[in-house]
C-alpha cells in the first residue's frame, strides 16, 4: 500500500518562502513521477508541477520561476521549495504519485497524501 505525507506548511507573509517535503512509503520510488497540486477554499484542485523519474520537470505558469521541484530517490521524498510567496498561493498543498509521463491531471495520479496548509499573509 503506498502512502504518501505531506509536511512543511504553516504561515508565512507575502514575499517569504517555505519548503514542503512529501515522503512516500512505495517500492522503487525512483521509477515514479511524482506530483504537487493545490486547492483553495471553494477551488477546484489544480496542478502545481511534476517531476519524472529521470528528474524532467513541468510547472504550471501560475508558479514558473518562483517554485521549485526537487526530489531524493535515496529518501524516498520529493520537495517543493516556494519562493516570493503571494496570497494567491494561499491552498492546501498535495503531493501524488504516478506511473505516467507528464502527468497534469488528477486522474493521472494513483495515491494522494492527506495535504498541508499554506496560508500566504498580505
Known amino acids: 500500500q503506498v502512502q504518501l505525507v505531506e509536511s512543511g506548511g504553516g504561515l508565512v507573509q507575502a514575499g517569504g518562502s517555505l519548503r514542503l517535503s512529501c515522503a512516500a512509503s512505495?517500492?522503487?520510488?525512483?521509477?515514479?513521477?511524482m506530483g504537487w497540486f493545490r486547492q483553495a477554499p471553494g477551488k477546484e484542485r489544480e496542478f502545481v508541477g511534476t517531476i519524472s523519474w529521470s528528474g524532467e520537470i513541468y510547472y504550471a505558469d501560475s508558479v514558473k520561476g518562483r517554485f521549485t521541484i526537487s526530489r531524493d530517490n535515496a529518501k524516498n521524498t520529493v520537495y517543493l521549495q516556494m519562493n516570493s510567496l503571494i496570497p494567491e498561493d494561499t491552498a492546501v498543498y498535495y503531493c501524488a504519485i504516478s506511473s505516467k509521463y507528464r502527468p497534469t491531471l488528477r486522474k493521472d495520479y494513483d495515491y494522494w497524501g492527506q495535504g498541508t496548509q499554506v496560508t500566504v499573509s498580505s
Open positions: 512505495v517500492r522503487t520510488f525512483s521509477t515514479y513521477t
